[in-house]
């Protein structure tokens, strides 16, 4: 059945490496999001994409993180240089606007520690 | 977006209905109700959702007020596998498939 898929699942890292995350929406999907999930903040979004453009990254810290999608099937979550406070879930969703806007898709995650 | 309001943490025996409430007393017309859950260590996932009327699917019941100001999210039977972190949104009716605000939520604790 269709799903989102993220990778990498997990990813150790050191201070000041570059972190680099995928997610695969769900095909058909026009709208992909970017959340970061901590046991401190919950929830928050980070970015929001609609046919591949950025709507919406105002949650992102903008001198490190960076998302793009260089196309329909790929977006990118990157992180240059990364601090242990990155360390957190990264979840990567999808959906459909018009009558599938209801529901969105999450991803399994990406959970990232920045030692 | 409106706010919400759950309780953090709620208990419930196995097999019988969980009752999950919200409050959204600044709900406006055009918002509808949301509800997701997130079982440990995976992605939030969508149950139900509502504008006015009440709504039933293959997962769980939506109890929406007549005033719209609180709702809550019936798990008729409930299961282990229920056990989750249950969010509460209000978001406004687009189109254009905005993003979720994501609370803190209620903590629901299945027992057996």
């Known amino acids: 059945d269709a799903r989102v898929t993220q990778t990498p699942r997990h990813k150790v890292t050191e201070m000041g490496q570059e972190v680099t995350m995928r997610c695969q929406p769900i095909?058909?999907?026009?709208?992909v999001f970017w959340y970061r999930q901590t046991m401190m903040q919950g929830l928050e979004l980070l970015a929001y994409f609609r046919n591949r453009a950025p709507l919406d990254d105002s949650g992102m810290p903008k001198d490190r993180f960076s998302a793009e999608m260089p196309d329909a099937t790929l977006a990118t979550l990157k992180i240059q240089p990364s601090e242990p406070r990155d360390s957190a879930v990264y979840f990567c969703?999808?959906?459909?606007?018009?009558?599938?806007?209801?529901?969105?898709?999450f991803g399994p995650g990406t959970r990232l520690t920045v030692l | 977006d409106a706010k919400t309001t759950q309780p953090p943490s709620m208990d419930c025996a196995e097999g019988r209905a969980a009752n999950l409430p919200c409050n959204h007393s600044?709900?406006?017309?055009?918002?509808?109700v949301y509800w997701y859950r997130q079982i440990h260590s995976q992605g939030p996932q969508y149950i139900i959702h509502g504008l006015k009327n009440n709504e039933t699917n293959e997962m769980a019941s939506l109890i929406i007020t007549e005033d719209r100001k609180s709702s809550t999210l019936i798990l008729p039977h409930a299961t282990l596998r229920d056990t989750a972190v249950y969010y509460c949104i209000v978001r406004l009716r687009d189109n254009y498939g905005q993003n979720f605000v994501f609370g803190p939520g209620t903590r629901l604790s299945v027992l057996p």
């Open positions: 969703a999808s959906g459909q606007t018009g009558t599938g806007e209801h529901e969105q898709f």
């Open positions: 600044t709900i406006s017309g055009n918002e509808y």
């Open positions: 095909l058909g999907h026009n709208t």
